[in-house]
């Protein structure tokens, strides 16, 4: 295909107008992707939004748990992604993962009955449903403590799946014990919060050097970082939020302030146009959320107005049954 983005842009935008469409787009989309969005935002208000917006088809451009919650949400609406692209994060864990995780703590004497499951929404829907059928529920980086505050009210041992870091901070920022299956051999019945050992590749890349180099480089600079990044990080940083509130963080910062960033690429890239770096010498970018490009994007609106509409999400009733209910338990909340 031998359009500009301009004509792209220009085409995308005429099919908008014609068809009974949202496009929706996370902050780790390429630039020319994002500005064709009517709904942005980080996960939790991703799916929120798109829960509330009443057109027929969603073009969800971002990775494939995303498009995946939106269609459990509302399993009447079609969905759309211009790439199945899968988070890495998500693709360390699968239902058959999941009930290892449950043996293992059952091996140590915790019986089911006494395990609460939380799931980031970094997951795929099998693990979603397996999270709601034990009584389980969701959490994003923009509610996790509020969520696992929520879940430590039963008085249960919380299986936290399947990002290791998230797990770690919010005990760290809490006061509690947490421990990681596989890696330290602290007995689970000691620990508050059991977590997985799964990570995200892209916030694995910043590291204390990075920040050290930053405060003597810059003497009063911010560091601001996602939860996704490891605990020595976060427990470094001025300021860790999910990405909306990193945006708002920055946002809010007076012109004059430094401030270093510890998340995806594109996101920090259109932050502002002085005194805000990445925190990394290699470029943190997710490859999975830069798979999207403006040309699928058009590509997936033509294929709904020729009446073929490719790449649809489809999640079956089971799944769609339970990861539903455990991420309706975190919207209520
Ligand atoms: P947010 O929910 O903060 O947008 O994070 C999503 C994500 O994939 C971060 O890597
Ligand atoms: Fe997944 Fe990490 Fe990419 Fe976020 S940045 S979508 S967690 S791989």
Redesign the pocket.
Known sequence: MNYTNEELKKKIQELKERLDVTVVA???QRDEVYEMADIT??????AMKTKADDKEFVVFCG?AF?GQSVKVLSPEKRVLMPKMAC?S?ARMIDSLYYDESVKFLEDRGIPKEQILPITY??SNADVKAKVGEMGGMVC???NAKKIITTALGEGKKILFVPDRCLGQNIANQMGLKSMVIGVDDTDPKDADIICYDGF?S??QLFTVEDIEFYRKKYPGIKIAV???CDPKICEAADFV??????IRYISELPEEQKVAVG??YNLVNRLRPKNTYVLSSTKPE?PT?NETTLEDLYLTLKSIEDGKPVNEIEVDEKTVKWARIALERMLEL
């Open positions: 996370h902050f780790y935002g980080d996960s939790l208000e991703l990775v995303m988070c994060m929404i970094n994003t980086s923009a995200c892209v916030h996602h939860p996704e939020g999910s990405t909306s509130q990193l998340t995806e997710c959320m």
